[in-house]
């Protein structure tokens, strides 16, 4: 087996440096990268392609000369690469939903501004929901709602799966429509399995934004909790999210109560090394990310500059960061490395 190996360069993003990073294999996630870190595109050149016995070699000429190194791998060359020096951060984080409580419970681990504003408004729109299992339902939902959302949300860059996948979803699964003044403007696919709600794919009216501005997508998730209640099922799976914790979609999914798990369905894994810690916190002190230590999840938070973590009002980054499933968090200036302990 072959890896591409690649060497990047460019003005790093809400930084005055020059990020140059090495970045070994996947061309599928390179994008998304590219975008966490860098201003505009860099520039970007293919220096090789590697064997896996070589990897280790080349990873450590390249160490001195660039800010940081991303070996995105499957999950079975992490196991022979056992880079010491590197963070291990999985691509996809899984988050969950205990419901086996009460639904008081339920709603008091929501944050403040779910129940003051999401809710809220969800009352103000005399939102309610109805529950569909049939072909023609499931039709409109894909016609209408989901291939126009994603579409309008993600462009190119997110992949549709065929009708056929939303068929075979909706065998062990439902439909949930959220309604307003008659009209159906959002609804969500999910899957039963023993005791587990699993929510899978979502759809806006038209992808109509002013929609979700509205509470629509709010009222998804609101709906398909009480949903799940009244189905016996003990808890809720909202799927994947990327790893960073200022990542739009995991910080929508944990202001409803949401705890990170790791994700055992995508087997990807990266393996992040500061080669050259000042410049490569110029980027991610704005990026903190979860990585896996010890079998545990852990926040990883980068401080830029000459921040010192001794004289840094930690606690209140902490307390915006903090979600359950996260067991602490390391803290990392130009000297040295603290952790906080969170659960």
């Given at each position: 087996?072959?890896?591409n190996?690649y060497i990047?360069?460019?003005?790093?993003?809400?930084?005055?440096?020059?990020?140059?990073?090495f970045?070994?294999?996947s061309e599928?996630?390179?994008?998304?990268?590219i975008?966490?870190?860098?201003?505009?595109?860099?520039e970007s050149?293919l220096?090789?392609?590697?064997?896996?016995?070589?990897?280790?070699?080349?990873i450590?000429?390249?160490?001195?000369?660039v800010d940081l190194?991303?070996?995105?791998?499957?999950k079975?060359?992490r196991?022979?690469?056992?880079?010491k020096?590197?963070?291990l951060?999985p691509?996809?984080?899984?988050q969950?939903?205990d419901i086996?409580?009460?639904?008081?419970?339920?709603?008091n681990g929501?944050r403040?501004n779910?129940?003051?504003?999401?809710?809220?408004?969800?009352r103000?729109?005399n939102?309610?929901?109805?529950?569909f299992?049939?072909?023609?339902s499931?039709?409109?939902f894909?016609?209408?709602?989901?291939v126009?959302?994603?579409?309008?949300?993600y462009?190119?860059?997110?992949?549709?799966d065929?009708?056929?996948?939303?068929k075979k979803?909706?065998k062990?699964?439902?439909?949930l429509?959220?309604?307003?003044?008659?009209k159906?403007?959002?609804?969500v696919?999910?899957?039963?399995k023993k005791?587990?709600?699993?929510?899978s794919?979502?759809?806006i009216l038209?992808?109509?934004?002013?929609f979700?501005?509205?509470g629509?997508?709010?009222?998804?998730?609101?709906f398909?909790?009480?949903r799940?209640k009244?189905?016996n099922?003990?808890t809720?799976d909202?799927g994947i999210s990327?790893?960073?914790?200022?990542?739009?979609?995991?910080?929508?999914k944990?202001k409803?109560?949401?705890?990170v798990?790791?994700d055992?369905?995508?087997?990807r894994f990266?393996?992040?090394?500061?080669?050259k810690p000042?410049?490569?916190?110029?980027?991610?002190?704005?990026h903190p990310f979860?990585?896996?230590?010890?079998?545990?999840?852990k926040?990883?938070?980068l401080?830029?500059?000459?921040?010192?973590s001794d004289?840094?009002?930690?606690?209140?980054?902490?307390?915006?960061?903090s979600t359950?499933g996260?067991?602490s968090?390391?803290?990392i200036?130009?000297?040295?490395?603290?952790?906080?302990?969170?659960?």
């Amino acid at each position: 087996m072959q890896f591409n190996v690649y060497i990047l360069s460019g003005k790093g993003k809400d930084t005055d440096a020059t990020i140059k990073m090495f970045y070994v294999t996947s061309e599928e996630m390179l994008p998304y990268f590219i975008e966490q870190i860098y201003e505009t595109a860099p520039e970007s050149s293919l220096i090789k392609k590697a064997y896996l016995w070589q990897l280790k070699r080349i990873i450590s000429e390249q160490s001195l000369s660039v800010d940081l190194t991303i070996i995105d791998m499957h999950k079975f060359v992490r196991h022979i690469l056992k880079l010491k020096r590197a963070f291990l951060v999985p691509i996809f984080i899984r988050q969950t939903l205990d419901i086996n409580k009460t639904k008081e419970e339920i709603i008091n681990g929501f944050r403040k501004n779910t129940k003051t504003t999401d809710l809220r408004r969800i009352r103000k729109f005399n939102y309610s929901y109805d529950i569909f299992s049939d072909l023609t339902s499931l039709g409109f939902f894909y016609e209408k709602m989901h291939v126009p959302y994603v579409r309008n949300r993600y462009g190119t860059k997110e992949f549709i799966d065929d009708f056929d996948y939303f068929k075979k979803i909706l065998k062990n699964g439902e439909l949930l429509f959220v309604k307003s003044n008659g009209k159906y403007i959002s609804a969500v696919l999910c899957e039963k399995k023993k005791y587990c709600y699993y929510w899978s794919r979502v759809g806006i009216l038209d992808g109509n934004e002013e929609f979700v501005k509205e509470g629509a997508l709010a009222a998804l998730y609101y709906f398909a909790i009480l949903r799940a209640k009244e189905e016996n099922m003990k808890t809720i799976d909202f799927g994947i999210s990327r790893t960073f914790l200022f990542d739009g979609v995991l910080r929508y999914k944990r202001k409803w109560g949401t705890r990170v798990c790791q994700d055992r369905t995508k087997g990807r894994f990266l393996y992040l090394m500061l080669n050259k810690p000042k410049n490569a916190a110029a980027v991610f002190n704005k990026h903190p990310f979860i990585c896996i230590d010890k079998g545990s999840l852990k926040g990883v938070i980068l401080l830029n500059g000459d921040a010192k973590s001794d004289n840094f009002d930690i606690n209140s980054l902490l307390n915006e960061l903090s979600t359950p499933g996260i067991t602490s968090f390391k803290v990392i200036d130009s000297e040295k490395e603290r952790e906080y302990i969170i659960e």
